[in-house]
């Protein structure tokens, strides 16, 4: 049985959210009951995704802290990235002044055709057709978006503003993504340095994971859709005005410069 009062109040969060980000307006709080599950939290992403309108380009993937895992039956969280927010090396990328705006170095993984088949970790591999590097724009209306565990986080479309699509990575067929090294910086000073090393099952485990969780909701997923695999220096504060760069491998980079949405 539906519970009629749970999914208004799902609307209404997610109602909020949208008119906010289409404002490009701060939230002082939470605009609702803050969802306690995963189960919650999708309903109300989904909601504000069907009133949003927008095109889905691809997907980030964020993990869990280990602590949570148990409490909330899951690794990971899944948001949209909308195509009118992916954009290439050097572009402008807008974040919410007054709510919570951050960067992140990642690996972009882009499915060809998945169907239904099922996958595992290796043959999901088969899944994918070009590996790219980028940068994920975190940002939401909510500047405490991420203080209230995943639910919450997940609800605002996981936290996420856009989508910076850098140069391919040419042999990741063959090569050893996990201990790729990574640094990232803002205005020239390095802010973060790792591999991919503490990514669980690393970025073909973020697809693999995307997968499930997409066909749980009934969401298909088209070929070219992006997979924005997850934080691998960290999830850095950042600015408008300000400028944020990555380097996989000590030589292929990727920037952007933050702006006000």
């Known amino acids: 049985m539906i519970d009629m009062g749970a999914a208004s109040e799902q609307d209404s969060i997610a109602r909020a959210f949208v008119a906010a980000r289409v404002a490009g307006s701060a939230l002082a709080a939470y605009p609702g009951a803050m969802p306690t599950t995963l189960e919650e939290a999708y309903r109300i992403q989904d909601a504000a995704i069907a009133r949003d309108g927008r095109r889905i380009g691809g997907w980030k993937v964020g993990r869990i802290a280990p602590g949570l895992v148990e409490a909330y039956g899951d690794n990971r969280i899944a948001g949209p990235i909308f195509v009118d927010e992916i954009a290439g090396d050097g572009a402008t990328m807008p974040v919410f002044v007054g709510g919570f705006a951050a960067a992140e170095a990642e690996v972009l993984l882009r499915f060809g055709e998945v169907g239904d088949g099922d996958y595992d970790i290796e043959t999901v591999r088969g899944c994918i057709d070009e590996v790219r590097t980028g940068i994920e724009i975190a940002s939401s209306p909510f500047a ?26 040419p042999d990741w067929r063959s090569r050893d993504l996990i201990a790729m090294p990574v640094e990232f910086r803002i205005d020239g000073a390095v802010v973060g340095a790792a591999t991919m090393e503490a990514m669980l099952d690393g970025p073909f485990g973020s697809a693999l994971f995307l997968i499930r969780n997409l066909r749980a909701r009934g969401i298909a997923i088209a ?38 949405a």
């Open 144 to 169: 405490e978006i991420n203080k209230h565990g995943p639910a919450v986080t997940a609800s605002d479309y996981g936290n996420n503003k856009g989508l910076v699509l850098g140069p391919a990575i």
């Open 223 to 260: 070929p070219g859709t992006w997979v924005s695999a997850g934080a691998i220096t960290g999830v850095h504060d950042i600015d408008p005005g300000q400028r944020a760069e990555a380097l996989f491998d000590g030589r292929i980079g990727v920037g952007c410069t933050i702006a006000a």
